[in-house]
């Protein structure tokens, strides 16, 4: 268990999301102004909770929307954006054939919906599986732990499997990997010694 205090954001929202469409680990889907308000939302709510130029490591997924949202909450901490690590073990799940689709074309296709009453994603063709993320964003947390504060922004889904597994949650029995609650794009946790608080809550769409 860590010494230091995670917070765990999920990005603002993107011109996929508005137009309802997968975007999975597509590299660059960018935030609409919706979405830089609720990056807005996030560094507003952790200044106020942490202070200005807070001691806290930078890290997010390298994706563009992760890192639009970092430049803007950094902006808020007085911190530097250029000081923050990116790693690719924090991207969102990979969803195979389906990327880029619109998720109601894919629901036909698929037969039913695609996306469970709590926001979990089903697995898609030639998809990553949630054990898969599991294994991903855990060697992401072996091999970057250090004892400070940090700040991590990444997305729906993976960052609900990092929260599963930084809180200790059983395996979803149909998942087959611990997945915390969703919550809304603009949200952030703090994990503190295997705690989960939610220090923001987003306005963003349904939890994924």
Do not use: C, K
């Not at 106020?48 to 997924?61: D, K, Q, T, V």
């Not at 430049?71 to 054939?97: K, M, Q, Y």
């Not at 993320?133 to 993976?158: E, K, Y």
């Amino acid at each position: 268990m860590r010494q230091g205090r995670d917070f765990i954001a999920r990005h603002g929202e993107t011109v996929f999301n508005a137009a309802a469409r997968l975007q999975g680990d597509a590299p660059h889907t960018p935030l609409t102004r919706a979405g830089f308000a609720q990056a807005d939302a996030i560094g507003a709510a952790l200044l106020a909770h942490l202070g200005p130029s807070p001691r806290l490591e930078l890290w997010a997924s390298p994706t563009g929307r992760a890192l639009q949202t970092l430049a803007i909450v950094a902006e808020h901490l007085g911190l530097d954006w250029h000081a923050a690590r990116t790693d690719v073990r924090l991207v969102e799940i990979g969803t195979g054939s389906w990327g880029g689709r619109n998720y109601a074309d894919v629901a036909a296709e698929h037969g039913g919906s695609i996306v469970r009453a709590d926001g979990a994603l089903a697995v898609a063709p030639e998809g990553e599986t949630y054990p898969m993320i599991a294994a991903r964003v855990g060697g992401w947390l072996a091999d970057s732990d250090s004892p400070g504060d940090r700040l991590v922004v990444m997305h729906g889904i993976s960052s609900r499997v990092l929260r599963g597994v930084m809180t200790g949650l059983p395996d979803d029995a149909e998942l087959g990997a611990p997945i915390a609650a969703g919550l809304p794009q603009g949200s952030v946790v703090m994990i503190a010694g295997g705690r989960e608080t939610v220090i923001h809550r987003g306005s963003g769409r349904a939890p994924a």
